[in-house]
């Protein structure tokens, strides 16, 4: 299940990827703001991760990162039918 790291600091969040990315894992960075927020400097840096959650914990035991499994927005595993022409109202 995908990992999602939250810091609030930028170096650290920056090395958790590069060690990720060596290790051969997928990790990616991105910058959030926090909901409702006005001031564009008070931000928390995310790390999105496939690498397992062992190793990341592992990783961050001397740090105050927090952790989150996340599961994937869409399933893709069902198939959705769509029918093959607008439905008409009856009545």
Known sequence: MP?????HDA???EELVAVLTTGGFDAGLAKER?????????VVYVV???APLA???ELLRDTDAWIEESSPLVDTSASTQLP???RRRQG
């Open 3 to 7: 990992l999602r790291v939250t810091f």
């Open 11 to 13: 170096d650290h969040a």
């Open 34 to 42: 926090f909901a409702g927020e006005d001031d564009g400097e008070d």
């Open 48 to 50: 999105h991760t496939d």
């Open 55 to 57: 190793d990341v914990e």
């Open 84 to 86: 093959n022409e607008p």
